[in-house]
């Protein structure tokens, strides 16, 4: 595999250290790091849930709203089971003219 030697020293920051242990005060500063992105997470994922809600009540009412007339007709004239259902096969005769061969 081609190395570029520009890249060289990049790599080798990556690589492994001196293996000293992290300090104390590193370990502060990583814990306050982490928790403050995770109550940036939290504060984002409740208002993302929030506007889920919103548009969600709002379609919801959207469509009771336009369906109100329908389900008033419903109401007042409701099925009464009297009429015919006809399940099955539709068949149909075909007519052919008899036409001589070629």
Avoid: C
């Amino acid at each position: 595999m081609y190395r570029d030697p520009k890249f060289s020293s990049l790599f080798n920051q990556f690589g492994r250290g001196d293996g000293a242990p992290p300090s104390l005060l590193q370990k502060i500063v990583t814990v306050l790091v982490t928790i403050a992105v995770f109550g940036v997470a939290l504060m984002f994922s409740v208002v993302l849930f929030a506007v889920v809600a919103t548009v969600g009540a709002v379609a919801w009412g959207y469509l009771w709203w336009k369906t109100r007339a329908l389900r008033k007709q419903m109401r007042e004239h409701p099925p009464t089971g009297r009429g015919m259902v006809i399940e099955g096969e539709v068949i149909r005769e075909v007519e052919i003219e008899d036409r001589p061969p070629r």
